[in-house]
Structure formats: structure tokens, C-alpha cells
């Protein structure tokens, strides 16, 4: 990692909203590089995902903004994040909450204006903080003029070709035109009323049946994404985060998958409809138009790919930087699953040059602190996890509220839950709300100082238990989740083993002095640097490696293992079940 003379962060003591230190200018970016210099930036940066409807609210209304963002620019910058992606906030009728949009180049009113739009980019820029924004190609919202244009035409009509409609099957084509199965739950496809108001043509529609899926085969589809993204590169966009990045290439035909329960298969198997080989011609020309912007602007895929393998094809070096290791994410918290998980992540991403892109929660899935396993064990993992995470080679995506241990919430009022994918699916059970609940900033009640003097009920409420979680509670306290967050982002920046790199696993068991090497996971870096993590349930006593950096509990004394062992007490030392330790040795 390459560290400048930009110093990021402030004192404990200053507050969220407003740092002790005078903020950088724009040109002390973390690191920083001219072209060909040094290690780009996106390399190995802490990027940090805002869901803009639930990070901060800055009008009042109960939905976060962009507003609301940029006066809370100063904690992420403490927090020492290098950019931030905020999720859609174009023009849209929020039927997937703004992945559904109809206005590319406009800011839809709950989120602001375009003035604040870039007022944001400004200001983030002042601070140091890249800004990476969201770009939805798969589809458009029904509400999209082009759309709107479709249905108001005839079979046949051009203005069809740009999104895809076709022929029902059946005698009457009264069946969907294959069997193709929407993310969100039923059938991808839907039937319309023709203008004579009979049943017509049906459209192909990968998630709810308001985001129709574009036809990327036309051309008008292809130039116009082109030129969306020249009009945010040119406010100064870092780059951005694409949006189903292995659709949009649907294979030719539209050929039946021939089973049912085919989005259970995604990220596992191949299906017609995503990871097509032409998708990454798209792809190529995409990285064009950001090589010719100034500043290393960068994209990252959002691509569920089969394969680790097929996953690097999206960050070969003509195509995108970054891509979410999905993979890592799903794996569980043992130590042979990870172990591999991160051998064959460094492994088929350094094939084709590229760093790995670390993540563990985003607004589509459970929050990590539930998935393993909720409650107090739940968090020491999460936090093990993180720490663990936070050391590996490449990039890190954090999701907002992780750095506070927040957990899913299960127990929402069901007449307030508005997530598209929970609605069409069978059991009811699936939905994304649980990981949305608007972030909890200070105060003893919900929204938490969510909407400025709490004169709202935010859009989603927050539990009473989040009320030791708020950002001002854990504040000041370097044993919180948030203090072990910033320590940790601190140290990677100050540690030159971290970031960018190789890693190598020396033989665990040779320092092992009690306890199951199964549980055990011990890697280095170069130069001087061992993370030491305990997956097991049982503590694991081990021959101290070094100096003590950052341990995500507090160690154990190993005075007990002496008396038994050879080892001297003060060279032993015991980590605890579910924990992370970083070391610096000589
Ligand atoms: C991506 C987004 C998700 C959205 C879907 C459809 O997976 O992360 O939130 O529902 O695309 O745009």
C-alpha cells in the first residue's frame, strides 16, 4: 500500500459530524498516484456503501438523502473510508427502491437535486473521499420514456426492439414466451393489453415487473448508457457500481433453462439470461470511456457469476477494476471453507492481474452479524470476520451500519415492509427490508438523529436494542464495533504490509501450543505482519507472533498453558474463540 502524506482521521475526541482536523484538499486523495506510479488507489481502498434511503436524512422527511450524506461526510471521513458508493438516486418511482429508474440524468425529488448531487461530489472531493455512483443498464423503470413509448405502440413497432418483447406460447399465446424465472419470485415475463385493449406481447423482465429489461443487441440501448455515464464522469464521478453487471446480454433464442427454482442456481450455474461471453464486450467499451477521464475513475461489477474463474473475466485488465467477491461472502465461518475461499480468490483474480474485492453485507442480503449466527456470537464473529477481511490482500466494501455491529432486523412491522422481492416470493420471507433499517446516529430513541431533531419517523423504525448502537454511544469507545472499525482502517493505512499485495500461510500448527489446529487460521504479509484468526468455539493458545496491533476481543492471559507447557507465559497467548488478531513483528 502506498501511503501519502495525506493524514486521514482525527483525534477520539472530535465528533461525528464535525472532525477536529481541518479537511484536505481534494489532491491528498489516499493513494494517490500519477499514471504509472505507485499502486492505483482502487488497488486496495475501504469503500463504503451508502443505501441513500436509510443512511442519513437531511430535509425532515423520514428518507435519507443527499443532503443528509453530505452533512455526515465528516464521520466516514474519521471513519477513514477512501470512497463511498451511494445506490441509486435518479428520477424513479421507487418500485425497487431506485433500481428501478426513469430519468437517468436527473435526481428524483425524495433524494434532492441535481445541485445537491453535485454539491456532494464537491465537497466529499474536499474531504478526500472518492464518490461512486450507481449505473442500473439491465433495465429501466416501466416509467421510463422508452417504455412508456412500447406499450403505446404496436407489435412490430421499433420502439419494442429497445426493450424485449415477444409472442406468448399457447394457442392464444396465453404462456409466457419460456420459462424463465424473475430474481424477485414467479415468471420473468409479463403479458400487456394491446391498445385495442386485448391481451398482447409479453416483456422480459429479469426482476419485478416494473423494470423491464432492456435489449442490449440496439444500439440507441448502447449509446445512450454511453452517454449516461460521460454526464456523471463530467460532475466528477470516481467511478461506479454496475448493476447486474453479467445481464444484459441475454443468449440467443431465449432458450428454456428447463427446471424450475432457477434462482436458487445463480452465482452457481449457467443460465441464459446472465454471464453471457458478450457481456463483456460491453464491458471493454465501458473501460474505454473511463480511461479517458483523468483521475483513474474506476467501475465494479455486481456480477453473480458460477465460478471464481468466470467471476475474473470482469477484471481483466480491459475491462472493469473491481468485481464483488460474492463467493467469500457466502462462505461459512470455518476454517478450510475459508482458507480455500481465499487461496482460489487471490489465485483466479491475480491470473488476470487484478486485486480482490472483499465484501460481507450489502442492501440485498442478510447483514452478516445475523447470518452467523446473531446475538453476542453473532457480533464476535462479525467482528472477527471484518478484522480477518480487513487484512487480506485488495479491496474492502463495507456496508453501511456494519461498522456499528448492526444485525438484520427480523421483526419490522409488516405494513411498513416495501421490498419488490419479499412481495412476489412464495413464502413471504425473503425480503431485503431487514437490512435497510434507517442508520442509528445518537439519541435514546428511534430514528436516532436518523432526520435532523428526530422530526420524523424515519421510513423503516429502528429497535429500541439499537439504542447502545448509535454512532454516538460507541463514539469514544475503542472496545465498540466502531472503534474496532476505525482502528482497523487506521492501521491499514499506517501498516505497509496491508492493502494491496500477496499473502502467504506458514505452517498453522507450528505455533500452535493448545487447543485445535482445525480452528486456526494464521496468515502473513509482507513486510512484518500476521493475522491470527480462531473460527473455533474453543480458545486456541498460541506462541505470542509479535506485537500485539489490534485483536477484534480482548486476548486471554496463558498463564494456565505455562504451568503445563515449556513455554514461557509470556510467550504464549491465548486467542478466544471467534477472534481476529493483527500482529507486527520485526
Ligand atoms: C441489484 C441490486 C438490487 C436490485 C437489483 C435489480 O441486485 O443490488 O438491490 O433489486 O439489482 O436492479
Not at 423504525?461 to 448502537?469: G, M, S, Y
Not at 468455539?537 to 505455562?562: D, H, K
Request: glycine share 10%; aromatic share 10%.
Amino acid at each position: 500500500m502506498t501511503v501519502t502524506g495525506h493524514v486521514h482521521g482525527a483525534t477520539r475526541t472530535d465528533s461525528p459530524s464535525q472532525p477536529a482536523t481541518v479537511p484536505a484538499p481534494a489532491a491528498a486523495f489516499h493513494g494517490e498516484s500519477a499514471p504509472g506510479e505507485g499502486t492505483p488507489w482502487w488497488r486496495d481502498a475501504v469503500i463504503y456503501q451508502v443505501y441513500i434511503r436509510s443512511f442519513a436524512d437531511g430535509n425532515g422527511d423520514g428518507v435519507g438523502d443527499l443532503l443528509g450524506i453530505r452533512t455526515r461526510l465528516p464521520y466516514l471521513r474519521t471513519l477513514g473510508v477512501d470512497a463511498v458508493w451511494i445506490t441509486p438516486f435518479y428520477a424513479s418511482p421507487m418500485a425497487d427502491g431506485g433500481y428501478d429508474v426513469a430519468e437517468h440524468r436527473e435526481v428524483d425529488p425524495l433524494f434532492g437535486t441535481l445541485g445537491d448531487a453535485e454539491a456532494l461530489i464537491a465537497e466529499a472531493h474536499r474531504l478526500g473521499i472518492r464518490i461512486i455512483v450507481d449505473v442500473v443498464p439491465n433495465h429501466t423503470s416501466a416509467r421510463h420514456r422508452w417504455f412508456r413509448e412500447a406499450l403505446a405502440a404496436v407489435p412490430g413497432d421499433a420502439s419494442r426492439e429497445r426493450y424485449i418483447f415477444r409472442a406468448g406460447r399457447g394457442e392464444r399465446g396465453e404462456l409466457p414466451p419460456n420459462d424463465w424465472e424473475s430474481v424477485f419470485g414467479g415468471p420473468a415475463w409479463t403479458r400487456i393489453a394491446e391498445r385495442d385493449g386485448g391481451p398482447g406481447e409479453w416483456y422480459l423482465h429479469l426482476f419485478d415487473p416494473a423494470q423491464p429489461d432492456l435489449n442490449w443487441r440496439h444500439l440507441e440501448v448502447r449509446a445512450e448508457h454511453e452517454d449516461i455515464l460521460r454526464f456523471w464522469l463530467d460532475r466528477g464521478v470516481d467511478g461506479f457500481r454496475i448493476d447486474v453487471a453479467h445481464g444484459m446480454i441475454k443468449a440467443d433464442g431465449l432458450p428454456d433453462v428447463g427446471y424450475s427454482g432457477q434462482i436458487e442456481m445463480l452465482g452457481s450455474s449457467v443460465l441464459p439470461y446472465f454471464d453471457q461471453d458478450e457481456v463483456h464486450e460491453i464491458h471493454r467499451s465501458w473501460r474505454r470511456i473511463l480511461d479517458e477521464y483523468p483521475g483513474q475513475r474506476i467501475a465494479v461489477a455486481e456480477a453473480w457469476a458460477p465460478s471464481l474463474e468466470r467471476l475474473a473475466a470482469y477484471v481483466r485488465p480491459d475491462e472493469l477494476h473491481q468485481a464483488f467477491n460474492f463467493h467469500f461472502l457466502g462462505t461459512p465461518w470455518q476454517r478450510d471453507d475459508l482458507r480455500r475461499v481465499i487461496d482460489d480468490s487471490l489465485r483466479t483474480s491475480s491470473l488476470v492481474g487484478a486485486p480482490t474485492t472483499w465484501v460481507l453485507s450489502n442492501h440485498d442480503i442478510r447483514r452478516h452479524v445475523t447470518r452467523y449466527g446473531d446475538g453476542e456470537r453473532g457480533l464476535r464473529r462479525a467482528r472477527a470476520a471484518a478484522l480477518m477481511m480487513l487484512a487480506l490482500p485488495g479491496s474492502a466494501y463495507l456496508y453501511q451500519g456494519e461498522e456499528l455491529g448492526l444485525e438484520e432486523v427480523l421483526d419490522l412491522p409488516e405494513e411498513l415492509l416495501q421490498d419488490p422481492q419479499r412481495l412476489r416470493s412464495e413464502d413471504g420471507s425473503s425480503g431485503r427490508d431487514g437490512c435497510r433499517v434507517p442508520l442509528p446516529w445518537g439519541g435514546s430513541e428511534s430514528p436516532y438523529n436518523f432526520t435532523p431533531l428526530n422530526i420524523a419517523d424515519s421510513w423503516l423504525p429502528a429497535p429500541d436494542r439499537w439504542r447502545e448502537k448509535t454512532v454516538e454511544a460507541q463514539w469514544t469507545d475503542p472496545a465498540s464495533t466502531l472503534g474496532l472499525y476505525r482502528r482497523a482502517l487506521e492501521l491499514r493505512r499506517k501498516l505497509p504490509a496491508l492493502g494491496d499485495g500477496q499473502l502467504d500461510w506458514p505452517d498453522g500448527s507450528a505455533d500452535l501450543l493448545s487447543g485445535d489446529a482445525d480452528d486456526l487460521l494464521v496468515f502473513h504479509r509482507a513486510p512484518g505482519f500476521v493475522c491470527t484468526v480462531n473460527v473455533g468455539e474453543r480458545p486456541v493458545t498460541i506462541r505470542r507472533p509479535g506485537a500485539l496491533e489490534l485483536s477484534s476481543v480482548e486476548l486471554g492471559e496463558a498463564a494456565a498453558v505455562a504451568a503445563d507447557s515449556e513455554s514461557p507465559a509470556t510467550d504464549a497467548v491465548v486467542l478466544p474463540p471467534d477472534s481476529t488478531a493483527w500482529w507486527s513483528i520485526r
